[in-house]
């Protein structure tokens, strides 16, 4: 009689089989004697009746089950497996007496995803804290200066005065950011249901931001068809916003050079509505823009804090369409400019 029909084959196979997370079972000798679909799924080279070495080359998971069948404590332990990809497992290793035979349960919980949330949040506070203290140093070192060695000197009060003022406003435009973030992510599971004219939305953000292209020497051309789509107006103003106002900004020339354009369309294209706006800026590097829409990620630190820039505009577009089932797309070169396309659901009655 084989190992596996000793601890009653068929149904330690059904038992298994019915638990919605990876099992395996090992006999005393660390053979393999069954795994449940989940399992099986998950590491397809397993093989029943082999040594578990043979299937799975985890130092920290043997040494666990060595363990385990001394001492008949059950652990639990984390594994690390790095191939194909990285991922974290939080594995149950426990032992049960099937006479005259010993066995031993793995059972695999995947926290791969709870650990790249748990780093994401641990990044999001720190760079959060470090956008703040930036600013809140300068105020506090200005104050200090003007209740001092700059009491009485008017010209340096006006100076230092100005300085705060953007610094200031640096930490109200973050602040901003990070509550409107806040609030899209509590809704991100509810879809806006309003009707929303893209084309005219577009029209007046651009009219709004005229003046701002005017003093960037930044020619602003619009195309526009009709594009009714399903959505929220307010966070879709925030969208066209954020895509052209980074493209006046980041595409405005040095003294001496040429004015530049940015192009500005908007057409129904199969079910969505897309919004383009392509710059003649420097461009991206291919390997930033995967990284584009994380949050607090700049291809140049110092430009986006000159320009006023929080490093969550991007971040805002990609939740906003998030919430409206849509997407952002972008296409660029190094020295041709980029291209940043929204694409937004179109709305059907």
């Known amino acids: 009689m084989n190992e596996t029909m ?18 395996l079972v090992v006999s005393d000798t660390v053979r393999l004697v069954a795994a449940n679909g989940p399992a099986r799924a998950l590491f397809p080279q397993l093989r029943l009746q082999a040594p578990l070495t043979t299937s799975l080359r985890a130092v920290d998971l043997h040494d666990a089950i060595a363990r385990v069948l001394n001492s008949g404590q059950a652990e639990n332990i984390s594994w690390l497996d790095r191939v194909p990809v990285e991922r974290l497992f939080q594995v ?62 008017a010209e340096a009060r006006a100076r230092f005065l100005a300085i705060m003022l953007e610094q200031a406003r640096r930490m109200a435009r973050l602040v901003d950011d990070l ?43 619009l195309k526009t068809e009709p594009a009714q789509v399903r959505g929220d107006r307010d966070e879709l103003v925030r969208v066209a916003e954020n895509l052209i106002e980074n493209a006046i900004k980041y595409s405005a020339p040095e003294p001496g050079q ?34 584009l829409t994380e949050r607090f990620y700049r291809v140049d630190v110092g430009q986006s804090r000159a320009k006023g820039g929080t490093g969550l505009g991007l971040a805002l577009v990609k939740h906003i369409l998030l919430r409206h089932r849509g997407r952002i797309s972008v296409r660029s070169q190094l020295g041709n400019g980029a291209t940043f396309s929204a694409l937004v659901p179109l709305y059907e009655a």
């Open 258 to 291: 040429d004015e530049r354009r940015v192009w500005v369309s908007v057409a129904p294209r199969g079910s969505y509505g897309v919004l383009e706006v392509r710059d003649e800026g420097p461009g991206i590097a291919p390997e930033n823009i995967p990284r």
């Open 92 to 153: 149950h290793v426990a032992a049960f007496q099937s006479s005259p035979a010993r066995f031993v349960a793995l059972t695999l919980h995947d926290a791969t995803e709870s650990r790249r949330l748990e780093q994401t949040r641990v990044d999001f506070v720190a760079n959060a804290s470090h956008e703040l203290r930036t600013p809140l140093a300068s105020l506090l070192g200005f104050i200090e200066t003007l209740q001092g060695p700059a009491r009485n000197d």
């Open 179 to 221: 509550l409107s973030l806040s609030r899209i992510e509590q809704t991100l599971h509810l879809r806006p249901r309003g009707a929303v004219d893209l084309s005219g939305l577009v029209r007046h953000v651009r009219d709004a931001l005229t003046p701002l292209a005017q003093d960037n020497r930044v020619i602003l051309e």
């Open 6 to 23: 000793e601890v009653g084959g068929a149904l330690l196979a059904s038992l298994i089989e019915a638990m919605p997370e990876p099992v």
